[in-house]
């Protein structure tokens, strides 16, 4: 606002006041975009997490399943597509409470009840925050079926089983694709699979959950992310004062929903004057 009112300045005063601008708004993006993912950790811990167990079929998904529960969910069997409708539970993992949805195989030439139960696993990738995608240790990852993999805004976990087979170390391996992390399991032998909690325990939780700014809802989170998108605006045209100010505007709009109309920052010509109680303009 003060670059466009005071645009008879200098070019170095007005040009260095745009970059003091820029490394603020980008300490703030730093700061709000860590609030986003603290309240996804908070959301988490009191809502649970989805959680999609996907792969070809026999990899073992079923006995995956199981383990984690410590009782027979799904049903198991060698012949390959014996589940072909999601199978869900509920759950805790080191503390965390997590809703499991089994899925059919994927496969390139499926029967045709099969190939609803895998369009079905399809759709249920849309709405999980976790994706556990498993595969017999030394077979090649294929994402032929899922074409939008890079874009699903999940965290995706490649589990390697049937090591007692590969004879694969257990336990976190070398990060793979685009995968949060990979681990080797045994679902037969039982190995791993603490290992597997503990990674998956702590890739949904931080220490500074302590940290709390008391935010926590669905709207809040929605709200702060709208506004990190016009702040963001907001640098890529800072050297466009007019649509910078414009952006910030939106974004100040936004924030309010959060922490209401501060009397002291209500009117526009009001933070105009506590800024140029700060500045010096002309010298």
């Not at 988490?44 to 399943?65: H, Y």
Request: glycine share 6%; aromatic share 6%.
């Amino acid at each position: 606002e003060g670059v466009i009112d005071f645009s008879d300045q200098d070019a170095i005063t007005e040009d260095l006041f745009l970059e003091q601008a820029e490394l603020t708004l980008k300490t703030w993006i730093d700061r709000v975009s860590k609030e986003i993912d603290l309240i996804a950790m908070r959301r988490i811990r009191i809502d649970g997490v989805n959680l999609c167990l996907i792969g070809p079929p026999n990899a073992g998904k079923s006995s995956f399943l199981n383990a984690l529960a410590g009782e027979e969910i799904s049903l198991i069997d060698d012949q390959p597509g014996t589940t072909r409708d999601l199978v869900r539970t509920n759950l805790e993992i080191n503390q965390i409470p997590v809703r499991i949805c089994d899925t059919a195989g994927l496969r390139l030439q499926p029967g045709s009840v099969e190939l609803k139960g895998i369009e079905k696993a399809k759709n249920e990738l849309k709405n999980s925050q976790v994706i556990v995608y498993m595969i017999p240790d030394l077979e090649p990852v294929d994402f032929a079926l899922l074409p939008d993999w890079k874009s699903i805004p999940a965290y995706k976990i490649l589990v390697r089983n049937k090591i007692d087979l590969s004879g694969g170390a257990a336990g976190l391996r070398a990060t793979e694709y685009d995968f949060d992390f990979v681990c080797g399991v045994s679902t037969i032998e039982s190995r791993g699979l603490t290992e597997w909690r503990d990674l998956f325990s702590k890739l949904l939780s931080t220490g500074a959950l302590e940290e709390t700014s008391g935010l926590n809802s669905l709207r809040q989170q929605t709200v702060l992310i709208d506004a990190r998108k016009h702040v963001l605006n907001a640098i890529n045209h800072i050297k466009s004062p007019e649509i910078a100010a414009t952006e910030l505007r939106y974004a100040k709009n936004q924030l309010q929903k959060i922490i209401g109309n501060c009397s002291q920052y209500q009117k526009t010509d009001m933070v105009l004057e506590q800024i140029f109680s700060q500045f010096c303009i002309g010298k």
